[in-house]
């Protein structure tokens, strides 16, 4: 019961494009201890079908983390952009 009250405070941030980015980003954001929670959009039923129309899932957090959080993903993002060829 108490979990609801929490996950009311929690807003989406982001939309994530793969897995890979969203254990990058969990891992940053639990080492800093930031509350976070990632949600994925795969679905067994229809087999990860919405996860190429939407991307691989979102991360929410408290308000007063959003703008953090946008700050991390997109450095992770500017640096996992220098590695493609």
């Not at 609801?4 to 969990?26: H, P, R, S």
């Not at 080492?31 to 976070?36: A, F, N």
């Not at 919405?50 to 700050?71: L, R």
């Amino acid at each position: 019961m108490a979990l609801v009250g929490i996950m009311e405070d929690y807003t989406k941030i982001a939309t994530l494009e793969n897995e890979f980015e969203a254990q990058l980003l969990e891992s940053i954001l639990l080492e800093r201890d930031i509350p976070h929670m990632l949600r994925s959009y795969y679905d067994t039923a229809f087999d990860g079908l919405f996860q190429t129309q939407k991307g691989w899932g979102y991360i929410s957090a408290p308000k007063e983390h959003v703008e953090e959080i946008k700050e991390i993903l997109s450095d992770l993002r500017e640096k996992n952009a220098d590695l493609l060829p």
